[in-house]
């Protein structure tokens, strides 16, 4: 039997410029009543699979010990986050350096992606967790995609290819970390883990999601993500 474990990380030190907003975007009420962050950790704390999550906030954070989850028993513990997201993940990573073995599965999710289905997070699992390296909830591009050049012509790309990326992304420990030491060691500024690990080289296995699960950037979204939760 496979006993490797599930530990989540919630990195959430954004300050959501984008969304001209005072609060971090991740504490900004949804129609439920829950903040956006509330809404991610109530779907993902219920997944008995997952053993226990880190979440990293900004060192000036004063919000999440308002949350309904800051004592949850599933949250080992709160880790200040970096100026950007892989250093936010680097240091929930540390946090967990004593207790996850180099073959536990870590699952990143956006604070700001309150629609996440829990059946996607355990299909999520199944799908990868005898991948030797990890994998990605992803949805396939239906949209034609036009590119311009620096010379500004434009032009057109093949959409079968392409897929928009979503979380949670789910890594080996060892993999991930060393990815994301790379990274930093080399000032790479990646977008998400699975940039990290690419540029390691491995290969990673996509695993569809839903159109549903969308992150919250702008204020229009917002709107959405409260259509999608009713």
Known sequence: MNTDNCFLII???????RMNEIMPKQYLK???GKSIIDQCLKTL???????????AVAAEDDQFKLSSYFNHPKILSIVT????RHLSVFN?????????????????HDAVRPCILSEDI?????QVFDHPVGGILATRIID??????SQ?????????TLYHAQTPQMFRFGILNEALKKSIEFDNIITDESEAIENLGHSIKIVKGSKSNIKITQTDDLKLANYYLK
Do not use: F, M, Y
Not at 11 to 17: D, E, L, V, Y
Not at 152 to 160: A, C
């Open 11 to 17: 990195p959430a030190s954004g300050i959501g410029k």
């Open 122 to 126: 355990e299909n999520l699992i199944d």
């Open 144 to 149: 034609t995609v036009k590119q311009i050049s």
């Open 92 to 108: 929930a990573l540390n946090s967990l350096s004593n207790i996850a073995n180099n073959n536990d599965w870590i699952l990143v």
């Open 152 to 160: 500004k012509e434009l032009s057109t790309i093949d959409r079968k």
């Open 81 to 84: 986050g970096g100026k950007e």
């Open 45 to 55: 704390l219920s997944i008995d699979r997952i053993t226990a999550c880190v979440v």
């Open 30 to 32: 949804l129609d439920n």
